[in-house]
């Protein structure tokens, strides 16, 4: 299943609401393409971490939606979940604006950040980290676009959209905010929408937008435990 045997990097409780997408043609397809593109170019993330988060931020604890575009196209950037990186793996431009802005939410020195760019810690609190296309061919942005990714991760915006209630969903730029259309607006979620934390556009809104305060004001209002973001401190 999967890639290659990916399927223990998924928590239990998404294999068991996405089964029925595994088997349709669109789905078949694209592990087709994927095996070829893995086999003649070196891609991101890792195989093993292509579908890390959905191991990691399990349906059950599910509280807040991240939606990214692709994974991070240079040499071993990508991990599996939107914005992160791995141990050891300078800190992005646009992760670095994410944890500014966590500064500026909280009122920390901005001079203030992680040794690590790795946002497991946010995925384990119930953060679904999750960009639209999965994979990346290295050195070449969006290379993985319109091979199916995009109806496989739309599937799971909507069923998240239509199953639970109460999700804080997170739409950082114009691309995340196109998803807007699958998110059920009888559930009672919560939609903040600002501009990308990129270098191009964080001064445009993403600054001052105070979405993790918000995030967790909103969390507590409906009694559920709020996610701590600052995990530097």
């Known amino acids: 299943m999967m890639i290659l045997e990916e399927k223990s990097e998924i928590n239990f409780d998404w294999i068991s609401l996405l089964k029925d997408e595994f088997h349709k043609p669109y789905f078949i397809k694209l592990l087709k393409i994927l095996r070829i593109e893995y086999s003649r170019f070196i891609c991101f993330p890792k195989r093993k971490n292509v579908f890390l988060c959905l191991k990691y931020c399990s349906l059950q ?17 990508a991990d599996g979940l939107c914005f992160s990186v791995p141990d050891g793996i300078p800190i992005p431009a646009s992760l670095k604006n994410i944890f500014t802005e966590v500064n500026n939410c909280l009122n920390l020195k901005t001079s203030c950040y992680p040794i690590s760019g790795s946002l497991i810690h946010w995925a384990k609190q119930g953060v679904l980290l999750l960009n639209s296309i999965l994979t990346v ?3 070449f942005p969006l290379s993985h676009k319109n091979i199916g990714w995009e109806l496989f991760t739309d599937q799971i915006i909507q069923t998240i959209s239509d199953q639970k209630k109460n999700i804080v969903f997170l739409l950082w730029g114009k691309y995340a905010q196109r998803k807007i259309p699958l998110i059920n607006s009888f559930h009672d979620h919560y939609v903040l929408k600002t501009s990308h ?3 191009f ?5 993403f600054f001052g937008s105070k979405h993790f305060e918000k995030t967790n004001n909103f969390l507590k209002k409906i009694g559920r435990k709020t996610i701590f973001w600052n995990f530097w401190h």
């Open 61 to 77: 604890r599910l509280k807040v939606v991240v939606l990214g575009q692709d994974p991070y196209h240079k040499y071993n950037q």
């Open 137 to 139: 061919r290295k050195g």
């Open 201 to 205: 556009s964080a001064h445009m809104g």
């Open 197 to 199: 934390p990129s270098p």
